[in-house]
């Protein structure tokens, strides 16, 4: 770790663990440092980064202002799933807003990042560590299996307890807006600060004229087709398909699929975000041609959870949907 801290310091990436994800960590303030993520990641540049800091006081210098409500949640919730964006200083480099005027922060709740920022003593930017697109990883050999190639130092946290990205909410306007549902549920936002917007994506715009950066509509995917099941409804292979199938809890589902991820035997959403990327990188090592996946409820994590079951999949499988809108 000390390695890790000493690298960093240096101005080299280092991947490691939070709750949520595993992060391709730079310092935040070095603009050379950070441009080398970009490159590792094979991410656009108008895709603003997350910076992570130890503690609160520590937001001072990266932030002009924060709003009570956001003072609020951030005392409430961090070390927590929950990014804030706000109106940026001098001191951050455009290259990690994407040149926008605010910058997203969030203290990580996993006492090795803690170390790790402490012991280095600088904000780090930090996008999830895959290539661009691909499955978020939530171990540390997932993110060796994706950047291993660029020998990137990876420390090793155990896996990731929440297992989807944090919750993005935007202060830049008059309401809070949510960018990004993630590993902290709407609802508990709103019992906190009372009622915030939500942005959502213009399927007819290209990724980068989205009404928020990061809304493309195909991201954490596998390779492997997937397609998704309205929740309560029967999942059933393809025919002359080799299917796998990505369910939870009690859903039904009949005979016949090739291989199957069944993230919890109970209805603990909890349980099955901590799974779900992982599950989606089992299917997809499996040689099948196509993967079935089972929504959530629409409520807690299970917004967070059908919005990137939404975005690696390619629609419903038409044969399984009728039933469940009568
Ligand atoms: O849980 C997480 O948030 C993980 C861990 C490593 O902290 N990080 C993560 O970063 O998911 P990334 O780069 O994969 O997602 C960043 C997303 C952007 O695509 C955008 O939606 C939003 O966060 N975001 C970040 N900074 C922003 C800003 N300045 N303005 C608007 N949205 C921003
Ligand atoms: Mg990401």
Same mark, same amino acid.
């Not at 503690?55 to 937001?59: G, Q, R």
């Not at 009404?211 to 596998?222: D, E, Q, V």
């Not at 999949?313 to 419903?316: D, E």
């Given at each position: 770790m000390p390695r890790a801290a000493e690298l960093l310091r240096r101005g080299e990436v280092v991947a490691f663990p939070t709750e949520t994800v595993y992060g391709l960590g @730079?310092? $935040?303030?070095n603009a050379r440092a950070v441009a080398r993520i970009f490159e590792v990641k094979e991410r656009p540049t108008f895709d603003p980064l997350i910076v992570h800091i130890a +503690? %609160?006081? $520590? *937001?001072f210098d990266l932030v002009e202002c924060v709003p009570a409500a956001a003072l609020h949640l951030a005392e409430q *919730?961090?070390? &927590?799933?929950l990014t804030l964006v706000l109106p940026k200083t001098? %001191? !951050?480099? #455009?290259l990690v807003t994407a040149g926008l005027p605010g910058v997203g922060i969030r203290i990580p709740a996993h006492p090795v990042a803690l170390d790790l920022l402490r012991q280095t003593g600088c904000p780090l930017a930090a996008? =999830?560590?895959?290539? /661009?697109g691909a499955i978020s990883p939530t171990t540390a050999q997932h993110v060796i299996d994706g950047l291993g190639a660029q020998s990137i130092p990876v420390v090793d &946290?155990?896996?990731?307890? !929440?297992?989807v990205e944090s919750t993005v909410l935007s202060f830049m306007g008059l309401v809070p807006v949510i960018l990004r549902p993630g590993g902290l549920p709407i609802e508990d936002i709103c019992r906190l600060i009372g009622p915030v917007d939500q942005a959502v994506p213009d399927p007819d715009a290209d990724d980068a004229a989205q009404?928020?950066? &990061?809304? %493309?509509?195909?991201?954490? @995917?596998?390779r492997t087709r997937l397609l998704l099941v309205p929740t309560s409804r029967q999942a059933t292979p393809l025919e002359g398909q080799r299917t796998g199938l990505l369910t939870w809890g009690k859903q039904p589902f009949s005979t016949g699929f090739a291989q199957i991820e069944r993230l919890?035997? #109970? +209805? #603990?959403l909890r349980t099955c975000a901590a799974r779900l990327f992982a599950a989606m990188r089992t299917l997809d090592s499996a040689d099948l041609d196509v993967i079935i996946a089972h929504q959530f409820p629409a409520h807690g994590l299970g917004i967070a959870l059908n919005d990137r079951l939404t975005r690696a =999949? =390619?629609? /419903?499988v038409e044969s399984q949907v009728d039933v469940a809108f009568d």
């Open positions: @730079a310092n $935040a303030l +503690e %609160l006081p $520590a *937001i *919730i961090w070390p &927590g799933p001098r %001191l !951050v480099p #455009d996008p =999830s560590a895959n290539k /661009f &946290g155990g896996p990731c307890a !929440v297992g009404p928020a950066p &990061g809304m %493309l509509s195909r991201h954490y @995917a596998p919890s035997t #109970d +209805e #603990d =999949s =390619s629609g /419903f």
